[in-house]
């Protein structure tokens, strides 16, 4: 009942929300904030259950979708649960004050918000792959007004962008389940892995095609390259709030999916483990270096959001390779890394985002060059934002450092059992460090600019400086309150227990020893390539004079390279192309032109050499023929009966005129009566008739 | 009982029609109550024939031995009655007040009654020289409605249109002769098994057939009539030649292929492959063409001949699952195309505009119709929660679970299909509602949504479409009970 509260009872308070918006804007704020704040308070009783209870099934609606969707607990859809609601009433929080001067088609905005919350939630508590799949196109759709919210040129371009990856994915996520379906009969989350062992070696190839369609269907939501091209555009444009939504939930959404498959299907195809730890790999490292060049505030970020999507991903491939190298203790420390680092992240996104949306509510801008020095005397904002920094860039004793020790334990180990591959392995556990090392060093060129750097205008760094009030109250819990939160989830207590709930094992991280050499270790090579990159590439090479400049180039850019011109051009032109010569030279001309040209000639052929003369000479003729010699018969016959039945008449006759014209006379007045009788015409065509008939009779038949 | 109410369904509307022209009606309100009235009596006629049903076949008149002239109702007659009595009345409204301003209205509603008795002459006729009739009888009464305004385009659209449609009749006679001589007088399900007579022959003659009458289906060469004659007024685009005329082709294809011929027989031959690749070609290439179009009502025709391909390609799969799929999608399609096109109708009875980029900025002004106009293309699309998931989950999973190497390739096709289907609803739906900047052109135009008579069918025809969502499974039994020959 509980689970069907938070999934539904968000599409309701949308519509309240919405028409309490059309009386009155402050009630449908206070109502949206209420609304969110429930949302949490039934998030926390349940998660609160399943601590109490452990993993059930949820309820079900029968009927629906003939097969009925169907809702489950355990720790980990417990905790995301909890996160999606944190976040959204967070994020509803710093609404409040963000959008306090700009506020239009906030009712529309505010309606989708909730829509949007109540289908996170159905992804992340759903019980099968349909309900998962049912809930996760519907909040693609919702969640697209946000990023088209601002309407200028960018958003529109930016929302066309995610538009169409969410519909591709959207496809390609279908088209997989459909292969399932197909090849296991059953999508359901607590069937499939018997499903799975029941089913033949013949349905492999089969099912791991299946696979990577829903890998690229959710990895299109989560991010992961090569299906990443929405996300660093999409989250700069969209309204801060949403941002941080799109980015720590609604990315975690595609993990969902691809983590939820993974562990029912896939832990134990290592070809798709690879699959999976290649594309993160990749992923991370694109993420990292695109961050690194930035010189926007919220792409940064949104950069940086691809890269840990990355690092998670890295974390699931691993898990995969793990199980089938038979360390099932190092598989579940691994996927307990990932999924830390998928709460570590949500968290740390909800506080930078919004802190990135207080630098844009005050100054309407986020080049890095022009909010140079903002913070500088704003000490809570300082403060939040550094905690971030820590906490992203994995120092010793806060929450990113614990999950990325997870990760780069588990490349280490594959690396062990794996001996065949090791070299690969090892590629990658530095791809990992370097990639931890670019996280310190962007987040280090935000930090300094921000708060370290004074601006190059003197006038603005005072301007700057005189907005010591730059949020309210609840901006401030908001912001703040969250940071505080990275130093608790970074203590072994807390994050082992977390772990161990999450994964369903309790003692899953037992052996993890946080700040032990090995570990540190990692942790300082990591920090310390950081630093290294910093100063050296950051603040020799992409500083011009003092200024940061952007040297990525331009047209390296996957979205304007390969996909707009495949979707607008190419595949257009290609389908251009078979259309205008099918049409030019096949249907059209064969049914315009040959065809009915074909016809034409036939038919003119047959009617010069025999329909036309036909109908035109020869049967009128015979008629004319016919009609003649009947006439004359007829006339004579008529002056036949004349003569020898009325005598008198002919007799009287005679004595006036020749003979000739007498005939002619006679003829003419014996017959005025009956040829002026139109029903005689009529007896003459039915004799012609029955004539006609009886030939065709005789003759045919 | 049964001969009551189908001949009685069947000639209602026909007699109501041509009272109508003979009465001349002059008031307005007089001939809308009576076509109304006359619709509704008809659908009370069917559904009565529905519910009490099945029945099996009547014979009329019987000529030649085994042509016959016969009625009866059974699962499919009951799909496809159904479907289109509850439609008519519908529309009907729809029409009234869309056709306020038009001339010769007697014309137009009297062959619009009579359409809906040839349509059920189709659905309850019994045996493949009936359904001829009634064929080309729905060709001859439905070319004045196309040609309706009687300006230049329309004209020409209707020579076209009975060229392509005489013309496949005329083709599809040599599939019904042939049949019906060698030995399938009336239908039944699992039909006749064709391979003790002379195998190569027939599968030529079933070839003949689909082809003959594909062209009211729209497969590949012999779609052009189609998007032409969405010239004609939006009632007659929306309800013909998005559901009425359009699904009796395909459920022609039916009748051949389960109810004359046996599918068990045909499964697996040259002739279904080549059928199959047809369809699977028509609904991408007729999608890209879609999005190439940039004509409003033009669009949405080329999308309906691509979706009159998904029914194919599911029916022509010739497995109990393909035509559970081909089928429902001939219901769920007809309902979402049907208010699309009432919804385009609506844009352009208000704005009197009939170009896609003279839609930016529309669903400001008309915030119900377009808003109505997306939920409906999220059901083209596919997207769960709509009716069109339904039967797109049930193509894809018949197309999967096929086996053959036709049915995957068709199954790529109809993604590729779906991906270009969604291109050409979203883009429509975006550009009334974000505009992008100063394109806007309805920012001080008086364009409104328009009145309840027009808004109320696309209203109910969305709420189906959200209910059979949600709800597929009655639905989907029936249908799967047809597939399986239970009634």
Redesign the interface.
Known sequence: MLILILVFAPFLFAALSYAAGKKKESLRDHLVLFFTMAELFAAVVLFVTVIRNGAAAGPGIG????AGISFTTDGFRAVYALVTALMWAFTTWFSMEYFREERRGLNHYYAFVLMTLGATEGVMLSGDLMTT??FF??LS?TSFTWV?HE???GA?RA??TY??VA??G???L??GL??L??SLGTLSFGELKSALEASGEGQRGRILAAGVCILLGFGAKAGMFPVHIWLPKAHPVAPSPGSALLSGVLTKVGIYGILMTTLQVFAGDETFGWIVLILGTVTMFLGALLALFSVNLKRTLACSSMSQIGFILVGTGMMVLLTCAGDMEGAAETLGGAMLHMVNHSMLKLCLFCAAGVVVMNLHELELNKIRGFGRNKLLFKAAFFLGLVGISGVPLFNGYASKTLLHEGIVMGAEHLAGCAGILHAIEWIFLISGGCTFAYMLKLFICLFVEKNEDPEKQKRYDGMTACMNAGSSIVVFGTSLLFPVLGQKPVFGWLAGFMTGEREVLHHFRPLSWECISGGLISLGIGAFLYLVLIRRVLMKDGRYVNLWPEKLDLEDLLYRPLLTRWL?GA??A??RF?DGF???P??TRDLFSCLKGLARFLEGLFTLPLFTKWIPLCFAVIGRALETSVDAFVVLMRRTMVREKTAAGKKSAGAGQKLLRTTEEALSPVVGNFSFALMLSCIGIVVILGVLVLFIL | MGNIVILGSILLPILGGVLLFGMNLQSDRARNWFCECVACVTTFFVWAAILTGPYEAVTVYSFARSFTVSFHVDGMSMMFAGMVSLMWPLVLLYAFEYMEHARHKNGFFGFFLMTYGVTLGIAFSASMTTLYVFFEMLTLVTIPLVSHYQDHESMYAGRIYAAYTIGGAAVALIAVVMTTMQGSSLFSFGGVDYRNVSAGLMQWIYLLGFFGFGVKAAVFPLYRWLPLASVAPTPVTALLHAVAVVNSGVFAIVRLTYYTYSPDALRGTWVQAVCLLTAAFTLTYEAVLGVRERHFKKRLAYSTVSNLSYMLFGILLMSPVGMTAGVAHMLFHGITKISLFMCAGAFMHSTGNSYIYEINGAGKRMPVTFALFTLNGFSLMGIPLFCGFVSKWNLFTAGASDGTWVGLTGMVCLAVGAFFCAIYTMSISIRAFFPFGGTDRYRTSTASDPGALMLAPILVFTAADLLFGLFPGPVMTFIGNIASGLI
Do not use: D, H, N
Request: charged share 10%; aromatic share 20%; glycine share 8%.
């Open positions: 009927r629906v979708f003939t799949f049912l196109e519907i759709l088209i309407e200028t040129p529109v929302a066309y538009l169409f519909v591709i959207g496809l390609v279908f088209m459909v292969l379906q197909s257009p389908g251009g078979v259309a099918l096949f249907t059209r064969f049914f």
